[in-house]
C-alpha cells in the first residue's frame, strides 16, 4: 500500500499542504491547473467583484466543463479507435484474399507455362 506523503502548493496566493499517494508532481500540475484556472477568471471583467461564493462556483462550473469536454473527446477517440481497428481488420483480412489469390493466379501461370512447354516439345 502507499504511504502518505504531503505536498505544500500554492493556490491562489495561499500555501495548501496535500496528504496523498500521489506523486508530489503530480499534485504541483493539479494546482498548477487550478490557478491558471482561477488567473484566467480574474482577468474577466466584474469576476472579481461577485461574492467569493459565485467566485468559488464560477470556477468549479468551469472545472467541470473542462473534465466533461475531455470526457467526450475520450469517447469520440475511442469510437475512432474501435473504428480503424475494424477498418484494419477489414484491410488484413482483404490482404489475406488478395495474396491467396495471387498465389493461385501465379500457380495457374506456372501451370500454363510448363504445359505449354511440353506442347511445344511435341
Do not use: C
Not at 496535500?18 to 466584474?46: F, H, P, V
Request: avoid cysteine; charged fraction near 30%; hydrophobic fraction near 35%.
Amino acid at each position: 500500500m502507499n504511504s502518505k506523503q504531503y505536498t505544500e502548493v500554492l493556490i491562489d496566493g495561499k500555501i495548501y499542504a496535500l496528504g496523498g499517494s500521489e506523486e508530489e508532481g503530480y499534485i504541483q500540475r493539479l494546482a498548477s491547473y487550478i490557478n491558471e484556472m482561477i488567473i484566467t477568471l480574474k482577468r474577466r471583467e466584474g469576476f472579481t467583484k461577485q461574492s467569493a461564493e459565485y467566485q468559488n462556483v464560477m470556477i468549479e462550473l468551469n472545472m467541470a466543463d473542462d473534465y466533461f469536454k475531455a470526457r467526450e473527446q475520450i469517447a469520440r477517440l475511442e469510437q475512432q479507435k474501435t473504428e480503424m481497428e475494424k477498418e484494419t481488420y477489414s484491410l488484413k483480412h482483404e490482404l489475406v484474399a488478395t495474396q491467396m489469390k495471387l498465389e493461385a493466379v501465379k500457380t495457374e501461370l506456372a501451370g500454363l507455362k510448363k504445359s505449354s512447354g511440353s506442347d511445344r516439345n511435341e
